[in-house]
């Protein structure tokens, strides 16, 4: 016999919603009708973004620090929340009926949730941490014998993704 839970007693907990399995394809025509309506500001921002990825990729690589760039490529993944906040305004805008304007979304995002953003980009930045300074130790495992099998291979790897995992 399942209990109540008292939601009140809690502490912070959000609300959860139950979403159907293709909600996911459906966020991403959305988010291409978004890109179809606003070219010119979402491929400016978008293209920015990737330039900073790839200028801090290409730090990591030619320092010699392969290693931590894959990390790095990893945690990515935790970061890219924050990076979109400028797409997230211009989608705002265009729900709004008003006319996309990059200056306006940079506006958004810069200045006027930034209280909100520094609280999720220091959460975000704990996690990406966490997970960088795994994946160097899991190196620590990498055959660098000159014959190592492709047994070798396979446990470095499977240790590595259920670590990452």
């Known amino acids: 016999m399942a209990t109540e839970i008292d939601r009140e007693a809690l502490p912070f907990a959000a609300p959860c919603k139950t979403l159907p399995p293709l909600a996911p394809f459906r966020w991403l025509a959305r988010g291409f009708e978004d890109l179809l309506a606003a070219p010119r500001q979402s491929l400016i921002y978008g293209g920015s973004v990737a330039m900073m990825t790839a200028v801090v990729t290409s730090l990591a690589w030619f320092q010699g620090s392969q290693w931590f760039l894959f990390a790095m490529l990893g945690g990515f993944v935790f970061m890219a929340p924050l990076c979109c906040i400028g797409l997230y305004a211009i989608s705002a805008q265009l729900e709004r009926g008003q006319p ?64 990452g995992a």
Request: glycine content about 4%; proline content about 3%; overall charge positive.
């Open 100 to 163: 996309p304007m990059l200056l306006r979304s940079l506006r958004a995002a810069l200045f006027r949730h930034v209280g909100n953003e520094m609280i999720f980009a220091l959460a975000l930045l704990v996690v990406f941490l966490v997970w960088a300074r795994a994946a160097v130790m899991v190196t620590v495992f990498f055959p660098t014998d000159a014959g190592a099998s492709t047994a070798d291979y396979v446990v470095f790897y499977a240790f590595g993704t259920s670590i």
